[in-house]
Every structure is written in structure tokens, then in C-alpha cells.
T-cell receptor
């Protein structure tokens, strides 16, 4: 089945550690996005990529990094520089030529 | 002023009721309008997608876009307890494809 797979679903991290969240899609979408969701707030854009080997910072990129070496994959690294990393992280991809945006199931990161 | 405003609810309705969910926005350049349903601890599921203005119907769901009033709506007919979730509106301009999301409305359909 086509879709967006995020892993892991739940992740615990100690302060000071970097962690990488995986996002893989088999929808052949060019554009991919990472969002952060906190209670009572709308989704906030961390990074997005329109094409392989290219990505742009979103509204809250500080403390995060990404890569886009393959069309199917857009991993997000939450670094120790991110001050408040505990959140629900959502990966999305967009249908070419339309505005339709599809999401994965999310990864919940908890910093202990 | 936020670019997108959405009443957080919660909105409680009896089973079988018609539900009306709304968002207002300020950017007249928005062209893509979406409604998502999100269950607790899950990713948002795309329910309705509309380009530009007008109405769209899919089963029990109807999406309306009124660009003159900068107002979008989602109607759910014959609501079911399984419709209990948070509903997010989202919109974007063509070209930038930068999406702006509402904060979501929590809906409870009581059996």
C-alpha cells in the first residue's frame, strides 16, 4: 500500500542526545515536510524539501537538521540544541501539481 | 491577527446531528483548502481538499469555501461516535506551498 511511514512511533531521549526520526514515502511525491505539533497550537513547519538534495528552513528550524538524499526519504534529526524537543512530530508529502498534503502517523519524542 | 482562526471547541453533539466546523483566514492569496481529521496520538487524515472556491461533497462530508468572506466550512451529516476527533483546517498559496493550519476543533459525538 502507498503511504508515509514514520519511525519510531515513540522515542525517549536523555537531555544532550541527538535523535533521528525516519520518514519514508512510496507515493512518488517530490515535496516532503516536517511539522511539530504541540497541544493547543497549530502545526508548525520545521523544514521542507521540494526536491532531492534541496531543503528549506521552516518557521522553527533552530535545533533541527534534515537531509534529502533520496526522493523517498526525509529524516529529521533533533539535536541537543533544541531547547524544548518533547513533542509530536509529523512528516508529510505533497501530491505534485496540487495542494493535497498527506501525513504519516507521527513520532512522539519525549526527553527525560 | 493569526492567519487562520479556528474555534478549539470542544463541540459536543448527539449522534445523528449535522455538525458545522469553520475556519476564517486573512490571506486572500490562499488557493488550496483542506480539512483533516485527527484521532488522538495519530497523524492527520486528509478528509476534503478544495482548490479555489466552491463546494465539494464526499459521502457525509461537505466542504465549502467562501473566498469573498475568507471563510471555510466542513459539514458532517448524520454524525457518528466514530467522528469524534479533532478537525484541522489548512490552507496554502499556490507556488509557495507553505501550509497554514488552524489549531483544531475537538468534536465529540455522543451515542
Amino acid at each position: 500500500d502507498g503511504g508515509i511511514t514514520q519511525s519510531p512511533k515513540y522515542l525517549f531521549r536523555k537531555e544532550g542526545q541527538n535523535v533521528t526520526l525516519s520518514c519514508e514515502q512510496n507515493l512518488n511525491h517530490d515535496a516532503m515536510y516536517w511539522y511539530r505539533q504541540d497541544p493547543g497550537q497549530g502545526l508548525r513547519l520545521i523544514y521542507y524539501s521540494q526536491i532531492v538534495n534541496d531543503f528549506q528552513k521552516g518557521d522553527i528550524a533552530e535545533g533541527y537538521s534534515v537531509s534529502r538524499e533520496k526522493k523517498e526519504s526525509f529524516p529529521l534529526t533533533v539535536t541537543s540544541a533544541q531547547k524544548n524537543p518533547t513533542a509530536f512530530y509529523l512528516c508529510a508529502s505533497r501530491v505534485a501539481g496540487t495542494g493535497e498534503l498527506f501525513f504519516g502517523e507521527g513520532s512522539r519524542l519525549t526527553v527525560l | 491577527q493569526k492567519e487562520v482562526e479556528q474555534d478549539p471547541g470542544p463541540l459536543s453533539v448527539p449522534e445523528g446531528a449535522i455538525v458545522s466546523l469553520n475556519c476564517t483566514y486573512s490571506n486572500s492569496a490562499f488557493q488550496y483548502f483542506m480539512w483533516y481529521r485527527q484521532y488522538s496520538r495519530k497523524g492527520p487524515e486528509l478528509l476534503m481538499y478544495t482548490y479555489s472556491s466552491g463546494n465539494k461533497e464526499d459521502g457525509r462530508f461537505t466542504a465549502q469555501v467562501d473566498k469573498s468572506s475568507k471563510y471555510i466550512s466542513l459539514f458532517i451529516r448524520d454524525s457518528q461516535p466514530s467522528d469524534s476527533a479533532t478537525y484541522l483546517c489548512a490552507m496554502a498559496t499556490s507556488g509557495t506551498y507553505k501550509y497554514i493550519f488552524g489549531t483544531g476543533t475537538r468534536l465529540k459525538v455522543l451515542a
